[in-house]
């Protein structure tokens, strides 16, 4: 396996996890809700590569929000995503926080226990994700995300023709 952090770079973020993990691939901003106007954080020029993710027990790929807050929180309305989601559908994604050029190549998603992942942008500022050759082995479970595999939102992707499923509104291109 090969990750490359270039500085700046926040490993606590985006550490890769063993067999039958939560989360496989987990890259996430930090809980701010953007609120003061000048908070930012930028997350770019990451590649993990060469990962077997093997009967991961939640999202195999997690890009986005930082999943915080407890269902039972007295603040599990606030600007933090649920650690439930999607079936408590609350995860509000930071305008503030820049997800670029963030890749994963040659991954291997061996029989997950629900849909492969979750890409989660903000409107006003959408990631930019790409797929080399990431598969999933296995039958796909159709919950919650079905045969699309994966809820993309407010992302810009690509994937190639090696990548299966390939995350809805991804750009499909050549192996590279």
Known sequence: ????????????????RGPQTGKGVYVKS???????????SQISNIL???MRITKPAWWA???GPQQQTE??????NSGKCSLAYPIVDHCPAPACA???????????????????GILMGNVSNPMEVHFVNVTVTGPLPSWPYGDDGYDVVATKGTCDELTSPCPPTFVVTEYQ
């Not at 990750?3 to 890769?16: D, G, K, N, Q």
């Not at 930090?30 to 609120?35: L, R």
């Not at 269902?71 to 599990?76: L, W």
């Open 30 to 40: 930090n809980g701010n809700p953007c609120n003061d106007g000048v908070s930012s």
């Open 71 to 76: 269902p039972y929180e007295p603040d599990a």
């Open 48 to 50: 993990y590569e060469g």
């Open 98 to 116: 820049d997800f670029i050029n963030i890749t994963l190549k040659d991954i291997v998603i061996e029989d997950p226990v629900m849909s492969p």
């Open 1 to 16: 396996m090969k990750l490359v952090f270039p500085p700046p770079w926040s490993l606590a973020s985006c550490l890769p």
């Open 61 to 63: 790929v997690w890009v």
